[in-house]
Nanobody, 126 residues
Framework: QLQLVESGGGLVQPGGSLRLSCAAP????????IAWFRQAPGKEREGVSW????????YYADSVKGRFTVSRDNFNNTVNLQMNNLKPEDTALYYC???????????????????WGQGTQVTVSS
């Protein structure tokens, strides 16, 4: 059973940066499309970014375009989310999710992903 582990969260001031990582010990992440979701207290889980398993295609939510970048590090078997110019509204629990071939990934539907990590907290506050 694929297990995902997120890391890299923390407390950062507005305008700061963080890099989240998603790892899958014992499994090859390049076999899976990976999405990042986030959930703030009292809000629904929302998709943030997605990267394909093959050609490196990516999608981003409008709220993070130009600030977040998703990438694969196949040597280290991770998928990373570089988050720059963070805003207080980015505060949430961030999850990575994986599936072999999610349909319509630009819709960021949580039900399309079979595997989820436990999440890493990102707090943006002065």
């Amino acid at each position: 059973q694929l297990q995902l582990v997120e890391s890299g969260g923390g407390l950062v001031q507005p305008g700061g940066s963080l890099r989240l990582s998603c790892a899958a010990p014992g499994f090859t992440l390049s076999y899976y499309a990976i999405a990042w979701f986030r959930q703030a207290p009292g809000k629904e889980r929302e998709g943030v970014s997605w990267i394909s398993k093959s050609d490196g295609s990516t999608y981003y939510a409008d709220s993070v375009k130009g600030r977040f970048t998703v990438s694969r590090d196949n040597f280290n078997n991770t998928v990373n989310l570089q988050m720059n110019n963070l805003k207080p509204e980015d505060t949430a629990l961030y999850y990575c999710a994986a599936d072999v071939s999610p349909p319509l990934p630009q819709l960021f539907r949580p039900r399309d992903y079979a595997y989820w990590g436990q999440g890493t907290q990102v707090t943006v506050s002065s």
